[in-house]
């Protein structure tokens, strides 16, 4: 199991930076030079792929919660009305469909859509 601890990502400059430092330079000073840690340096000697082709996409966690009311009832609304703020169309949701929206827990789902509506 590989452990990652949060901070910056390596660049697939940095990489080759490395390698070019690498075949001059033992593995301390290559690091260094391209800005990396030793550990980090031994990982990515022993994997060819660039950062940029390792990293994979990632999608959504959980079931979109605005699934059924989206498309059909929201963007409706808003073609009628650009101006609706993402507040009215959670209270039209809360009172519209109570079991489905029983709190604002997805107000900021539905703030996000509506800005990039």
């Given at each position: 199991m590989?452990?990652?601890l949060p901070g910056r990502p390596i660049t697939d400059q940095q990489k080759a930076l490395y390698m070019?430092?690498?075949k001059h330079h033992?593995?301390?000073v290559a690091a260094a030079r391209a800005g990396m840690s030793e550990?980090?340096?031994r990982r990515h000697e022993?994997?060819?792929r660039k950062p940029s082709e390792r990293q994979t996409a990632r999608g959504r966690t959980v079931p979109d919660p605005?699934?059924?009311v989206w498309e059909s009832e929201l963007v409706p609304m808003l073609e009628r009305d650009p101006s609706l703020k993402p507040v009215t169309l959670m209270h039209y949701l809360m009172r519209n469909h109570p079991e489905s929206f029983p709190d604002q827990e997805v107000r900021r789902t539905?703030?996000?859509r509506v800005r990039d509506w």
């Open positions: 590989e452990v990652r070019r430092e690498r033992n593995q301390a550990r980090t340096a022993k994997d060819p605005l699934a059924g539905l703030e996000r």
